[in-house]
């Protein structure tokens, strides 16, 4: 019971977090919502019992790719952003279409499976050893690939922003 | 010999693509590239009289043939074979080539290579057509005569060069595009595209192809039928006629229309000889309304070049007219009808660029009374003009004839109505000839008009001689024919028997 | 109790992947110590770099193939699911011949590329080297059995390409380009991952066998099973999306417009190729047993794209927009083949989208490749009226034009017909007559916009006389395309059997060349 109204409540913080985060004018203050997001993650996958991943989620995510996000938005010194004029249509629309459609797939996923509403600590592999085995045996491929993945997206970034001579 | 004559249509097919690759690395010399050009295309004439002279005459089925499997999946081959009507087509296209280039001596300065690359590439496709017994092959070689053809109209042709280029090209391929169609749901069915196979096929599955039928002889008739062309989808002839350069008039007149034509009677009566009798009598229908239609319309032309393409709508309607009356004079009537009017036409659009080289008008009223600075020229369009109309003696009235007896036995009106064309034919021809040549001379520019000089009477005199040759002694072309006719209305007549008979 | 996780085997099955990122890395350093003038030989690197990737592939294909078996890399030593050791590297035939592709595309595109970059000042080693790096993706798509390596892959090949669209930095078209690329490729990616997901919890693992197995189970037990549709919708779209299938389209025609023009020959070719490897393995192997249900979804698409993608075509004065919706109504027609076949009872049609594929690298490479070499040093070269009277200007070019765009229509005897004959034969097979007859009349409706194309080269009198130059790379590229389109044309047969190989399809008899696989 504790259980369930724990993530109910993380998870609630988390989508309003993601909410403001697009809400946001100011990019700092879209930074920091996207903080508490992934704080809230952390502490779901903890109650999920991955508890090296939520670790990881706050060292890595929180910490550091956060640190960097803010870090460029003060060099760049972005201000506010400008209120530019939206579709009145698509909000009109769309948002009643997400709400609609989410709440759809959320009927159809509890109806059709009430076991998914229940997970209990320690049933997913989550443990280091686990993690390590995974990925360094069962998908080491995917994993080398990934460094190849950071590395275009670092040159890329490079190669757009950089300066002319 | 038998080597040779295995290999001989693929040799007469594929010279002017030869000559044609050949005439690309040549450099730019004009005069040259012209001699190479017409020693090219009367290579390939000459080699084409192999055909005639060793054609075993009163042999039925399809000779010379050359079968080579080409694509395994799908299966495709390359078989070639002729028989009475498709060998003097090839005839047709190899006759007229050489002259073509004759005639477009002078009047193509520039960009000379091209015209002449484009028209040997379009030489070897209309041999290819005739002689694709595939019909993946023949598909091939009907949409490889587009390109050279649309080509020629466009960039070598007159003021609405492109316009009628365009028309013609996109009328032709996406009517062609139905025939790929069913080409392809043929080739699902039968595993092949081999015409015998096919036709085999056909005829051991009638009771399969009910629903089918109708459509598959629809999607091959539109691509004939706008090619012939057949009212009403003639309506891009007479533009891409005025527009084109000379030689290609000559060539799309001569040749190209009876690609369609070709098709009608090897296609879709000989695949569907079942459906060819059920619509026949609308598709006739269709061929007498063409005639004189055709006719009447050319009357009230004062452009000479589309009075004379709408004079081709009419000879072709006889030709349809001859294909569906489905009786053995009406055939062979059509294809002789097919040959005479290959060379009258021909010669015609030849005559026609020859005076538009001088005066750079198409007009009738800017011409009057030019047998008088003319004579020769003047002497040649009257024999052309009597055989475009019929005149015994000459060789359009054999295969008028033939066709109107044909017609008559089928359904006496259709006789009746189409012999009314001959006389459409012979007013529209007359007065136009009497308009151009009789009387005064009108404009003094006239006057000054040279004769014409010994190219072009080069040119016209083999045209002359076989507008004489096949009227006085139009034996020499039916023997071959008549047992190809024969053999085809015998399967349709065992094919109806068959179905009468379920 | 895995005895070794990284043995011979799985060395070569990655040894193609391995070499390309070195030879990436190594025209990353190369590019430090080259001068200005000599930056092409960051482009003979990359070349040389696709070269032994080339011969690795070989190297698989004729070193451990000999019966024809698939290999299964061991990098995912799963315990023995079903009697079989899984793995999440499937080097089957399918996969190498889309190396193959891959390889192919993107050495013409690098080709294409060198003159082009050095017009516009924007030519450094990065480019090629994202080249490279993107087909390392594309490999990792074509060849992956498991659903994180193909996301992996999918993501390698996403963004190298945004970044190559974008590569033009002072070009604004560029940057819009690259922006909506982006962002609407991630927004793509994050609901093809959902579906992923949903898939994972259907299957309780990552593997496309696996999944396979417990669709089947799930789909048997309960046909309407709303979370399996829910999946397959959403992986569907992801895909969908890559390839730019309606109504995924939409970044498509900008994408194409705004990229350099080399970028977008290459994006329309080897990412599209990817794209569908990627789309084929999961709804053949993986999807398999919710065919009936993704059925329908799939022909109101392919309807649907061949519809917007050829309307949308005839009124484009932009030619690499044109090319854009052109080859929008070509993934129209490929789906067509997957909706026929099955590749189980039906093989024609899948083995027509291989032919399509391949044909389509040569044709649409060889348009882009005339496109690019139309910019010059004031004109951009985009549009109708700057190909108008290239038959003056560069007659060769203009007349290899004209056969690429014979080709795109789908004219015999040139390549694009047996990618378009193929996919007609699978639906006549499988007796959808109306979608048949509807292919036919689009495939019709193209040759307008193409014969629009051509008509200006030869007909219209230029509207600038200043000559084209064309590359010495670029030549090679033309010179390859033009062989490829008119050798393929002519003498199929190869190539149709190396399509039916991949998919184990056995070819009986020879042929005009005895070429026998």
Redesign the interface.
């Known amino acids: 019971m504790l259980h369930l109204a724990l993530f109910s409540f993380f998870g609630a913080i988390c989508v309003a977090g993601a909410i403001n985060l697009l809400a946001q004018r100011h990019p700092i203050n879209s930074a920091l919502s996207l903080i508490v997001v992934m704080g809230s993650l952390a502490v779901e996958f903890m109650l999920l019992g991955a508890e090296f991943v939520a670790v990881i989620q706050v060292i890595i995510y929180a910490g550091a790719i956060m640190v960097l996000f803010v870090f460029t938005i003060m060099l760049l010194n972005a201000g506010e952003e400008e209120r530019s004029a939206g579709s009145r249509i698509a909000v009109l629309l769309g948002v009643p279409a997400l709400l609609i459609l989410m709440g759809l797939v959320a009927w159809v996923l509890i109806r059709q499976n009430p076991a998914s509403g229940t997970v209990a600590a320690g049933a997913l592999p989550g443990t280091p050893p686990e993690i390590g085995r995974l990925l360094f045996r069962d998908f080491l491929l995917p994993f080398e690939i990934t460094s190849v993945l950071i590395l275009i997206a670092i040159m890329g970034a490079v190669v757009l922003a950089r300066k002319e001579h | 010999m038998s080597t040779l004559n295995a290999y001989i249509l693929t040799i007469v097919t594929f010279i002017p693509l030869g000559g044609a690759v050949l005439l690309a690395l040549f450099p730019r010399r004009d005069r040259d590239l012209r001699v190479f050009a017409l020693v090219v295309s009367l290579l390939a004439f000459v080699l084409s009289l192999h055909l005639p002279v060793h054609f075993a005459r009163h042999h039925a089925g399809f000779q010379f043939e050359q079968d080579i499997q080409w694509i395994t999946t799908p299966n495709i081959h390359y078989h070639l074979a002729i028989d009475g009507i498709s060998m003097w087509l090839v005839l047709l296209t190899t006759f007229l080539t050489p002259l073509c280039v004759l005639i477009s001596w002078k009047s193509v300065h520039d960009r000379v290579k091209e015209f002449f690359i484009l028209m040997l590439l379009l030489e070897t496709a209309l041999i290819g057509v005739f002689v694709s017994l595939d019909l993946f092959l023949f598909y091939f070689f009907w949409e490889a005569s587009l390109i050279p053809m649309a080509l020629l109209i466009g960039v070598y042709g007159h003021e609405r060069r492109v316009y009628a280029a365009v028309k013609f090209f996109l009328f032709t391929m996406i009517a062609s595009v139905f025939m790929l169609a069913a080409i392809l749901w043929l080739y699902a069915h039968v595993g092949s595209f081999q015409f015998a196979d096919t036709q085999q096929w056909l005829r051991g599955h009638g009771t399969e192809i009910q629903g089918a039928a109708p459509w598959l002889f629809l999607g091959f008739f539109v691509a004939f039928a706008v090619k012939v062309p057949l009212f009403p989808l003639h309506t891009w002839l007479p533009d891409a006629h005025v527009e084109a350069p000379t030689a290609g008039s000559v060539l799309l007149a001569g040749v190209l229309l009876k690609m369609g034509t070709y098709g009608l009677l090897r296609f879709n009566v000989g695949l569907f000889p079942d459906e060819a009798r059920h619509n026949a009598s609308w598709i006739a229908t269709l061929a007498i309304i063409g005639i004189i239609y055709g006719a009447l319309v050319a009357m009230v032309q004062p452009n000479l070049k589309k009075l004379v393409a709408y004079s081709s709508v009419s000879h072709l309607g006889f030709v349809v007219l001859g294909i569906f009356s489905m009786t053995q004079a009406g055939q062979v009537g059509a294809v002789f009808v097919m040959l005479a009017h290959g060379v009258s036409t021909g010669a015609l659009f030849m005559l026609v660029g020859i005076i538009h080289e001088r005066r750079h008008t198409f007009e009738i009223a800017e011409f009057g009374g030019l047998a008088t600075p003319m004579p020769i020229y003047a002497t040649f369009f009257l024999i052309i003009t009597l055989s475009s109309i019929g005149l015994p003696l000459l060789n359009g009235f054999v295969g008028e004839f033939l066709v109107l007896s044909g017609a008559f036995l089928a359904h006496p009106l259709w006789g009746i109505l189409a012999a009314t064309g001959v006389i459409w034919s012979a007013c529209y021809m007359l007065w136009m000839y009497q308009r151009v040549f009789f009387g005064k001379v009108n404009h003094d520019v006239n006057l000054a008009l040279p004769d014409l000089s010994l190219r072009e009477r080069i040119a016209l005199w083999p045209l002359a001689v076989a507008a004489f040759a096949m009227g006085v002694a139009p034996l020499i072309w039916i023997n071959a024919v008549d047992p190809t006719v024969r053999n085809v209305l015998s399967i349709a007549a065992q094919f109806a028997s068959q179905v009468v008979a379920r | 109790m895995?005895t070794s996780?990284?043995t011979g085997t799985d060395y070569a099955l990655?040894l193609p992947?391995i070499l390309l990122?070195l030879f990436?890395l190594g025209v990353?350093i190369i590019d430090l110590m080259l001068p200005a003038e000599w930056k092409r030989w960051n482009a003979i690197t990359a070349l040389i770099g696709l070269g032994f990737s080339t011969a690795a592939v070989m190297r698989i294909q004729l070193g451990h193939f000999a019966d024809g078996r698939p290999l299964v890399?061991s990098?995912?030593?799963?315990s023995n699911v079903g009697g079989q050791v899984v793995g999440?590297?499937l080097m089957d035939g399918f996969s190498i011949y889309f190396f193959y592709l891959f390889l192919l595309g993107a050495a013409i595109a690098i080709l294409m590329s060198a003159h082009y970059l050095e017009i516009e000042h924007e030519h450094?080693g990065?480019f090629y080297?994202?080249i490279l790096?993107s087909v390392?993706?594309m490999m990792?798509m074509a060849s992956g059995y498991?659903l994180?390596?193909l996301f992996?892959?999918l993501?390698?090949m996403a963004?190298?390409t945004?970044?190559l669209v974008?590569?033009l930095?002072r070009d604004k078209r560029s940057n819009e380009a690259?922006l909506k690329y982006l962002l609407l490729g991630a927004f793509s990616s994050g609901i093809f991952a959902y579906g992923l997901s949903l898939l994972y919890?259907l299957s309780g693992s990552t593997n496309l066998q696996v999944i396979a197995q417990a669709l089947q189970r799930h789909y048997s037990a309960n046909p309407k099973?709303?979370?399996a549709i829910?999946a397959m919708i959403t992986t569907a779209t992801g895909l969908l999306f890559k390839v730019a299938a309606v109504p995924f389209h939409q970044w498509a025609p900008d994408a194409y417009e705004g990229a350099p023009t080399s970028v977008t020959g290459y994006m329309s070719v080897a990412v599209k190729s990817a794209a569908w490897a990627m789309l084929l393995r999961i709804f053949l192997w993986g999807l398999y047993p919710l065919r009936p249900v993704y059925l329908p979804l799939l022909v109101f698409v392919s309807v649907a794209t061949m519809t917007v993608g050829n309307f949308a075509a005839l009124s484009q004065n932009n030619l690499k927009r044109l090319l854009a919706y052109s080859s929008i109504s070509h993934v129209g027609y490929m789906l067509l083949g997957l909706i026929a076949s099955d590749n189980i009872t039906n093989k024609t049609g899948i083995q027509g989208i291989l032919v399509y594929l391949l044909v389509y690298t040569f044709m649409n490479l060889g348009a882009f490749a005339v496109v690019t070499s139309l910019r010059r040093r004031d004109i951009i070269g985009d549009e109708i009226d700057d190909i108008a009277g290239l038959y003056s200007k560069a007659p060769t070019e203009a007349v290899l034009m004209?056969l690429f765009l014979?080709s795109l229509a789908g004219?015999?005897?040139l390549a694009g017909f047996y990618g378009k004959?193929f996919i007609?034969?699978s639906l006549?097979?499988t007796q959808h007559y109306v979608l048949?007859?509807l292919a036919?009349l689009y495939?019709?409706l193209g040759?307008?916009y193409y014969?629009r194309i051509g008509?200006a080269m030869?007909?219209?009198p230029a509207t600038d006389p200043e000559p084209v130059a064309i590359s010495p790379g670029m030549q090679v590229a033309l010179a390859v395309t033009a062989i490829g389109t008119v050798g393929i044309g002519i003498l199929?047969?190869f190539f149709?059997?190396a399509a039916?190989w991949s998919l184990g399809i056995q070819?009986?008899?020879?042929?005009?060349l005895g070429f026998l696989r």
């Open positions: 895995p996780f990284f990655s992947m990122s990436g990353l890399g990098f995912a030593y799963l999440s590297v450094h990065e080297a994202l790096f390392v993706g990792c498991d994180v390596l992996i892959g993501e390698l963004i190298s945004y970044v974008g590569f930095r690259a919890g099973d709303p979370i829910v004209l014979l004219i015999p005897p004959y007609f034969l006549i097979q048949a007859s036919v495939a019709v040759l307008y014969m008509s030869f007909m219209r199929p047969e149709i059997r039916g070819q009986a008899g020879t042929s005009l």
